[in-house]
């Protein structure tokens, strides 16, 4: 099982920056699909972006595609989700999700995840 921690969540005005971190530990995470996920208050969790285990191919949704960046290093064992032009619907605590199969594309089906972080929180405000 990898245990993930993610951080670097908080409170920024729109238009604003944020750094998120995802730590892995436990077992490797250089061979599996690592992606990002979000759940706003009152809503489902929604996927955000993914990338794969050699951080060659990525994807995004729609809604953050231009503005939110995915990156791994793999060495440290760290996935990083760097945030800009953020807005208020944003705002939801973020997961870190690990797909625990090795040499795989990214996904953005949450079913293929096995290992989930607790969640880091992040508020924009208008």
């Known amino acids: 099982q990898v245990r993930l921690v993610e951080s670097g969540g908080g409170l920024v005005q729109a238009g604003g920056s944020l750094r998120l971190s995802c730590a892995a530990s436990?077992?490797?995470?250089?061979?599996?699909?690592m992606g990002w996920f979000r759940r706003a208050p009152g809503k489902e969790r929604e996927f955000v972006t993914a990338?794969?285990?050699?951080?060659?191919?990525?994807h995004y949704a729609d809604s953050v595609k231009g503005r939110l960046t995915i990156s791994r290093d793999n060495a440290k064992e760290m996935v990083y989700l760097q945030m800009n032009s953020l807005k208020p619907e944003d705002t939801a605590v973020y997961y870190c999700?690990?797909?625990?199969?090795?040499?795989?594309?990214?996904?953005?089906?949450?079913?293929?995840?096995?290992?989930w972080g607790q969640g880091t929180q992040v508020t924009v405000s208008s």
């Open positions: 436990g077992r490797t995470i250089r061979n599996y699909s």
């Open positions: 990338i794969a285990w050699n951080g060659r191919a990525t």
């Open positions: 999700a690990a797909f625990s199969a090795s040499y795989r594309g990214p996904t953005s089906d949450p079913r293929n995840y096995d290992d």
